[in-house]
């Protein structure tokens, strides 16, 4: 769903690429007339108040993604209090009070969001001696690196094999990388990353001794596996994006006319037609960076790295309420951010998306 | 046009540096530094002794603090902190070594004890393992809010002697004094930390044989060699590494073959993996007893006692074990009691054996034919399995389902759950059968008989019997291990008799290690694997 609007978006704006520049300036001198405005049978919203609408969007969606959660995770059976060994009812009673499970759900709620709003997350309930707070600014960053890397292999494929492709177009590379993009779509990450370190095990049992690290958080060499098989299934989207959209701008007049004026194929596929294409797949970045780094639990279990993904998903199975909503209110506000990066920098270059 | 200059040499040596380095990292084992490379499961979640209850952080802090009493390269229990005792009807007197020291050099006294033990047992404090410290003297009542924390049996009357009082006596206190809820605390440092405390390396004090010098949370950890330790002489590792942390036992097992790590336990689809790569695959016991927990409150098809024992008599532990588990290690469970636990001079299963029940459809028919008279039902209605969604459990399940219904023509209806929500159903009894795993506490046969007790919290089946209760009174109070162990005798008998719980099998682990590496201990209790008195060979 949201991949089919986001193409749909990426089509408009490149149709009005020529002109975006144009475009926003008049927007914009018109945002400062706008009073004078009025004859008009459409007007656009100054910049600052598309921005304000769009920045207030985003806090009443994290607001109900943090309630939601709130509501759901309680509905569900037990508690971070539970453990295998069960404990007296006063060591029960003393367990909730220091935490406050003890007091109706309205004020644990009421106190969660006072919290919140103050940017406390509270105390994680299986690591009980670490913030939530802690365990985001510790194990982000990771998340948040193995996501870029994995976006930039995820781009640098999507372009090189989606421009090739297009060059191909119906021919034997063309079939042979169109078959690997719908295996790289339809395969789940946990096979390729289970493949891809029994790869790098043989590799290193092959040379002799531990070439690429096959697990482990560090250095360069530990991040190049993990990233690639991060990065698969968006590299396999962005080859069908980038090849629909190079086919596209084939049939352009000024490629027809870059050919009438004798220029090489190189020349005419690198500057002409690669740089004209390539711009959808740039406007997609922001929400994969937002979604390949929020979506890495498997590769990070697999590979051993310390990365956010794990917690968001291990604190679900262990219902420990305080990482459950750090974790959750904490994602859902960067994926927000960036759909209204994107919405805002849509705003500067696609007015029309402002109309009223 | 780039042209090379010294501030280039300089990053492209500083990257060369950077993608070569992992070639000089961990390595499995090292003989020259005596070091070794491991992985663990999860991060340790908690290393603060007086509210740990996990076994990821137990085996930290048994390799990096130590109690009254521990256990050495041969199990045997022996002189920790402690360098002896006298133990006189109800009262113990520890006398603590000089030489034991603190990781910032100063001496372990008997108030660390004593604010540790007085901080487990306040209610304030809620840690979750204060019952354990139930028989000192007035534990208890100073534990349910009754009495105040000082009336606790225990003081510090110098440095060096620590004197408990206990509530009954007690047979199994020495070997509680192993267990990381007796641990020692100072009260100076602890209070210093504020909420701090055991959060990161720096945050904890050290008394065992390796201190904890580097932490980066859910990444690696490593224990060093600690110097002061006052049997240091008898550590020959200087570094244990914990350089991976990950629950993906494929990952372990990769990390193994590529001389990552030098010890990795198997479940059952990397045991098949480790075979067919020719890796000497090892087995031990882990103490653990997997079995079934029967509802016996009122509405239960299972309250009924001819139900139990019908399923009791087609159950196979043996097969179960080798077709179904097909773990190396398990082995069939015909008593709730492993073979471990000791008896009177040896082991108890050895000192009061029992006749495995016979299995017979037949006599499982006739069975379930007098409970239906007795429940003036035609058939037998349908019974709910609750197990965690697991591999292990769900391969268990069916195996039951299909056991039931084809020789008691039982259905079976299988509530498969996430952990959480797998204890809070057993926990409201919402199951007629319950897969259930039990490890102990201490080594005591108390850690497993206490299990079925009335008043145990963990009694999830609701088995209530006053005949098993005052049998398992004389267990916990008499002194003389042959009446103790005669009454836990009589225990056995009841739980088989009754078929109160159905015994499955005995964990068991594979494992595979390096072939340098030795003197690994495998321990039930405690930390395991344990590396104290580990090293490796040329």
Partial sequence: MSRESSIF?????????????????????????????????FKAIPMWKYTFKRLLAGVITVWFIATATFIAMHSVPGDPLLNDKAVSNEIRKN?????????????????????????????????QNRKVNDIIRDHFPVSAMLGVLAVCFAALGGVVWGALTAVYRNRLPDIIIMFLVILGISVPSFVFAALGQLLLVNINQFVGYSLIPVAGWGTVLHMLMPSLVLGLGTMALLTRLMRSSMLEVVNEDYIKTARAKGLSPLRIFVKHQLRNAILPVITVLGPQIAAITTGGFVVELVFAIPGLGRYFVQAVQQLDYTVIMGTTVFYGAFLVLM?????????????RVRLQ | MMRPNKGNKGTVYLIL??????????????????????????????????????????????????????????????????????????????????????????????????????????PASAAPYASIHYPILNAEAIHKGNKPVTALGVSAPDDLTLKVSLQNQCGYFLKLMAHAAFFPVRQDF???????????????????????VSWVHDASLTMAKNPDYWDAGSIALHQIEVGYITADNRTRLNLFRNNGIALVRLDGETVKDAANQKLKVRTFVTG??????????????????????????????????????????????????PSWLAGVDGKFQQEYPVAPVKIDERVGRELISSARRELSVNRIPQLVLLTVASPTG??????????????????????????????????????????????????????????????NPNNRGGYASEEYDKWLRLVQGATDQRVRMDAAA??????IDEAMVLPMAETGSAYVQHHKLKGVVRRVLGADPDYTYARVVK
């Fill in chain 2, 17 to 122: 540096l950077w993608i070569l380095s992992p070639m000089c990292l961990a390595e499995a084992v090292n003989y020259d530094r005596q070091s070794i490379t491991i992985a663990l499961t999860q991060e340790p979640p908690n290393l603060n002794t007086m509210r740990t209850t996990d076994l990821v952080s137990f085996f930290v802090l048994g390799h990096v603090m130590e109690g009254l009493t521990r256990y050495d390269a041969r199990g045997r229990l022996v002189a920790g902190v402690a360098e002896s005792w006298e133990i006189d009807d109800l009262e113990v007197t520890f006398h603590l070594r000089k030489n034991a020291l603190w990781s910032d050099g100063r001496p372990v006294t008997a108030h660390d004890f004593l604010f540790a033990w007085q901080h487990i047992i306040d």
């Fill in chain 2, 490 to 495: 009589e225990l056995q008998k009841i739980i």
């Fill in chain 1, 9 to 41: 978006r990426i089509q408009n704006s490149k149709e009005s690429f020529d002109g975006w520049l144009d475009r926003t300036l008049i927007t914009l001198t018109h945002a400062s007339s706008n009073s004078l405005q009025t004859g008009c049978w």
């Fill in chain 2, 394 to 455: 769900n391969k268990i399940s069916e195996f039951l389902q299909g056991l039931l219904k084809s020789k008691l023509d039982i259905d079976l209806r299988i509530d498969s759950q996430t952990f959480k929500q797998y204890l809070a159903k057993s926990r409201n009894g919402e199951f007629d059968l319950l897969l259930s795993s039990w490890f102990p506490d201490f080594d005591d046969i108390m850690t497993y008989a206490d299990l079925l007790g009335s008043g």
């Fill in chain 1, 339 to 351: 759909v209204i990066l994107v919405d805002i920098l849509y705003g500067f270059i696609d007015p």
């Fill in chain 2, 288 to 337: 653990g007893v997997a079995f079934i927990r029967f509802n016996v409150t009122k509405g239960s098809p299972t309250e009924n006692i001819h139900v139990r024992r019908a399923i009791q008599a087609v159950f196979d532990p043996e097969l179960f074990v080798n077709r179904i588990m097909a773990i190396p290690g398990y082995k069939p469970a015909y008593t709730f009691f």
């Fill in chain 2, 190 to 212: 602890f209070n210093r930390q504020h909420d701090r405390y055991a959060a990161e390396a720096e945050n904890l004090l050290y008394n065992g044989p390796f201190e904890l």
């Fill in chain 1, 95 to 127: 367990l909730e009070q220091r935490y406050g499970l003890d007091k109706p759900i309205t004020q644990q709620y009421l106190i969660y969001m006072g919290n919140m709003l103050r940017g406390d997350f509270g105390i994680s309930f299986t690591q």
